[in-house]
C-alpha cells in the first residue's frame, strides 16, 4: 500500500473553524475533490517531514507544532493517507506554490467536508472532534 502524509491546518475567524484545501491542477481535474495538501515521502524522510514539506511546497504555509490525527485509506487506490493537524500561523494567506494545485484556500469546515475527497472526509471530523468543536 503506497504511504502518503499531509495536513489539516485550522484557524478559526469569527467563531468559525476553516481548514485548508488544496484543488489538483489540469484540465482533467476540473471536477476533482479537494484534498488536504499530501505527498509521498522521500526517500528516509518521516511522515511528519513529508506532510510539512508537502504542505509548504504546496501553499507556502508551515505550522510550528503538528499533531498525527489519524491515517484513512482510499478505497479505490489503495494508498494510506496520514494526516497531521495544526493550528496554521495568524493571518497568513495559501498560495498555489506548485503545478500541482490551482486552488489553495481556507474554507469554513462544513463546505470543506462537502468539497474534500470522500475518503478525506473522516478527517474533517476527527479534526473536529479534536477540537472539541460542537458546531
Keep these: 500500500m503506497k504511504q502518503s502524509a499531509g495536513t489539516l491546518l485550522y ?3 469569527d467563531g468559525n473553524l476553516q481548514v485548508l484545501l488544496v484543488h489538483p491542477s489540469g484540465n482533467y481535474n476540473r471536477r476533482a475533490a479537494w484534498s488536504i495538501p499530501k505527498g509521498l515521502p522521500e526517500e528516509g524522510e518521516s511522515l511528519e517531514a513529508a506532510a510539512r514539506r508537502e ?4 501553499t507556502g504555509i508551515l505550522s510550528a ?8 485509506d482510499y478505497t479505490k487506490s489503495r494508498k494510506r493517507i496520514h494526516c497531521f493537524a ?3 500561523p495568524t493571518e497568513v494567506q ?6 500541482e494545485v490551482d486552488q489553495a484556500e481556507f474554507l469554513p469546515w462544513e463546505e470543506a467536508r462537502h468539497l474534500i475527497h ?3 472526509a473522516p478527517l474533517i471530523d476527527k479534526l473536529r472532534e479534536w477540537l472539541n468543536d460542537p458546531a
Aim: charged share 25%.
Design 65 to 72: 507544532d503538528l499533531t498525527f490525527l489519524m491515517a484513512v
Design 94 to 99: 495559501p498560495v498555489c506554490g506548485s503545478w
Design 86 to 88: 495544526g493550528k496554521a
Design 55 to 58: 504542505t509548504f511546497e504546496e
Design 11 to 13: 484557524r478559526v475567524r
Design 118 to 120: 470522500p475518503d478525506q
